[in-house]
């Protein structure tokens, strides 16, 4: 009997998993949010939990999302920089080091006092023009991405990442200089901190930045950067999986991940990587983009903001925004697609930042068997048939899909 192919759609909601939060009645996000269509999906097929890297491993989103992709993070994972810098459509040469950035507000003592200057929507490209230049023999690239997001290559002789970062990850801290880690670090450390140097007076300096100052507005007036690395090699997707696959996602991270493995980018314009991104407009375009691929990752960043910015009660309504989209687009479609809803990692609003608790998943497709879990969240879903690690998925998705092989005869 030769089985069916069905197409595969992943849903990944960053930084979705989250703790009991006192604003909600102790409930999570989840929990607490009415989500009817999410809930039918995942009554009527199979849940469970994913530790995205490993148990106890807090896992990043570059990480996360190479291992659901299929690939190991240990092996290919050389730092966040170089996928920002190709989502960003940097064009990355061998021997480049990128870095991700931020802009930032700094006072005239050089103390962060925003790290997200405000999460500035308009002017970054003006900014960014700005920043390119020439130090020593090294050409340094900058450009903005979403919102505060940017990515910062250099390329010359001699360069290394093996340097410290500028961002102190936190505010009401000094910015530190940039150290070399190992002597072949040396250069790239000096580079950077006269990067740094200069770009403070051209920012300063820019009109963009008058503007803000004349309105008593947040000035995007210096540039925090951080996981510095080498581009890797990723083996195709196509070749490796043996299907065509494509991504939405309006995050330059998780694009330049995407496209580095080869997979199609069938985002549409106006999307954005934060709560206001138009959920509709993405599923539209994946059900659109899977009658030419067989495979599309969606990313979805406003969960991840909301938890960032310790709003559980923002975070239960933007869960409640993609439910109705899946709603609108996806519940017609639900017969013929392997539905995969899951987060790369998790992101407690009590924390505003990332932690290792395993995320809720669940798989929908025709024929599925199911764990009859009513209510999709993070305490049900422990019910459920699925106990996963980020490397088991992309396997588990082929064969829902009738596309895996048979191991052994």
Same mark, same amino acid.
């Given at each position: 009997m030769i089985l069916q192919m069905m197409k595969v759609l992943l849903i990944i909601a960053d930084g979705l998993g989250d703790r009991p939060s006192p604003v909600l009645g102790g409930k999570t996000p989840l929990e607490a949010a009415i989500k009817p269509n999410i809930d039918y999906l995942a009554k009527n097929g199979i849940t469970g939990l994913i530790d995205p890297i490993a148990p106890g491993i807090i896992p990043g989103s570059d990480t996360s999302h190479l291992t659901y992709l299929g690939y190991d993070a240990y092996k290919y994972y050389?730092?966040?920089?170089?996928?920002?810098?190709? #989502?960003?459509?940097?064009?990355?040469?061998?021997g480049d080091i990128a870095f991700r950035a931020n802009f930032a507000t700094v006072d005239g003592n050089n103390i962060v006092r925003d790290r997200r200057a405000g999460r500035i929507r308009s002017g970054t490209d003006l900014l960014a023009k700005s920043l390119n230049m020439k130090i020593e023999d090294t050409d340094i690239f900058f450009k903005e991405g979403i919102e505060h997001r940017a990515a910062l290559v250099l390329r010359g002789e001699g360069l290394s990442p !093996?340097?410290?970062?500028?961002?102190?990850?936190?505010?009401?801290?000094?910015?530190?200089?940039?150290?070399?880690?190992? &002597?072949?670090? !040396? &250069?790239? =450390?000096?580079i950077l901190n006269e990067f740094y140097d200069r770009s403070r007076k051209i920012l300063n300096e820019h009109e963009v930045n008058r503007e803000k100052r004349e309105k008593s507005m947040p000035e995007a007036n210096a540039i925090l950067f951080r996981g510095g690395g080498v581009v890797p090699e990723l083996p195709n997707f196509e070749i490796k999986h043996g299907i065509k696959g494509g991504y939405i996602a309006a995050v330059s991270l998780v694009a330049g991940i995407c496209r580095l493995a080869g997979m199609k980018n069938f985002t549409p314009s106006g999307v954005t990587g934060s709560t206001d991104t138009n959920v509709v407009a993405k599923l539209k375009a994946a059900v659109e983009g899977l009658k030419e691929v067989d495979f599309i990752l969606v990313n979805? &960043? #406003?969960?991840?903001?909301?938890?960032?910015?310790?709003?559980?009660? &923002?975070?239960?309504?933007?869960?409640?925004?993609?439910?109705?989209?899946?709603?609108?687009?996806?519940?017609?479609?639900?017969?013929?697609?392997?539905? =995969?809803?899951?987060?790369?990692?998790?992101?407690p609003a009590s924390l505003k930042e990332h932690s290792s608790d395993p995320v809720p998943i669940f798989i929908h497709y025709k024929g599925s068997r199911r764990d009859g879990i009513e209510n999709f969240n993070e305490m049900s879903v422990r019910g459920g048939t699925l106990r996963l690690r980020g490397n088991d998925l992309m396997n588990l998705l082929l064969s829902s899909a009738n596309m895996a092989e048979k191991f052994g005869a």
């Open positions: 050389t730092g966040r920089g170089p996928f920002e810098a190709l #989502g960003s459509g940097l064009k990355l040469e061998p !093996e340097v410290s970062d500028n961002d102190p990850h936190e505010e009401n801290v000094a910015v530190p200089k940039v150290v070399p880690l190992s &002597k072949k670090g !040396e &250069k790239t =450390a000096r979805i &960043k #406003g969960t991840d903001i909301a938890g960032h910015d310790g709003n559980g009660m &923002k975070k239960k309504e933007f869960i409640e925004k993609i439910d109705r989209a899946i709603g609108e687009v996806l519940m017609n479609e639900k017969d013929s697609l392997v539905i =995969a809803f899951t987060g790369d990692h998790s992101t």
